[in-house]
T-cell receptor, first 115, second 110 residues
Framework: KQEVTQIPAALSVPEGENLVLNCSFT??????LQWFRQDPGKGLTSLLL?????REQTSGRLNASLDKSSGRSTLYIAASQPGDSATYLC??????????????FGKGTHLIIQP | DADVTQTPRNRITKTGKRIMLECSQT?????MYWYRQDPGLGLRLIYY???????NKGEISDGYSVSRQAQAKFSLSLESAIPNQTALYFC?????????FGPGTRLTVL
């Protein structure tokens, strides 16, 4: 069964910095990995879904990469803004494949961008 | 209008009460999921459904039941609520390999 770990658990940086959030997973026989954003007391917003064939996916200032061989994914945030402050969650398919049987989530990285 | 809606958004109940959480979606997705989120434990899967006739247990299904009334509706029931079921509950839908989440229901069991 999949296990997902996110490092660091918390991160505080000044506005304008580029930053990298890390996610590692144990079962590399997956087709994709998904990154979410969660604001306090709110639901999860899907940021990026990376297919294993893509290796990278970009949306605005966000870029996510996936390296199945090493069991790692990274979320890169360029030119961070205070509005980026949130908890970022990484989720991988619970079992080998595409995640139809559910996702396993990391515990998240709590990000604070200081104005 | 939101694509995935959950009702109620907040609920306080007492130990032993039966409670139902409802989820509706307008996305037309066949797959639906219920997760719970606890501080320090992350999100965990309770039940999932591929269609109205296909219901599957997740990793923490004990104490819960579900009903898929239609493609668009998936309800989660706590038959006899207990305090350790206090959590934030999320419904999600899926198409392809991407999941989309509702706003959550904050449940407190006293």
């Amino acid at each position: 069964k999949q296990e997902v770990t996110q490092i660091p658990a918390a991160l505080s940086v000044p506005e304008g910095e580029n930053l990298v959030l890390n996610c590692s997973f144990t079962d590399s026989a997956i087709y994709n990995l998904q990154w979410f954003r969660q604001d306090p007391g709110k639901g999860l917003t899907s940021l990026l879904l990376i297919q294993s064939s893509q290796r990278e996916q970009t949306s605005g200032r966000l870029n996510a990469s996936l390296d199945k061989s090493s069991g790692r994914s990274t979320l890169y945030i360029a030119a961070s803004q205070p509005g980026d402050s949130a908890t970022y969650l990484c989720a991988a398919p619970m079992y080998s494949g595409g995640g139809a049987d559910g996702l396993t989530f990391g515990k998240g990285t709590h990000l604070i961008i200081q104005p | 209008d939101a694509d995935v809606t959950q009702t109620p958004r907040n609920r306080i109940t007492k130990t032993g009460k039966r409670i139902m959480l409802e989820c509706s979606q307008t996305k037309g997705h066949d797959r639906m999921y219920w997760y719970r989120q606890d501080p320090g434990l992350g999100l965990r899967l309770i039940y999932y459904s591929f269609d109205v006739k296909d219901i599957n247990k997740g990793e923490i299904s004990d104490g819960y039941s579900v009903s898929r009334q239609a493609q668009a509706k998936f309800s989660l029931s706590l038959e006899s609520a207990i305090p350790n079921q206090t959590a934030l509950y999320f419904c999600a839908t899926s198409i392809g390999n991407e999941q989309f989440f509702g706003p959550g229901t904050r449940l407190t069991v006293l």
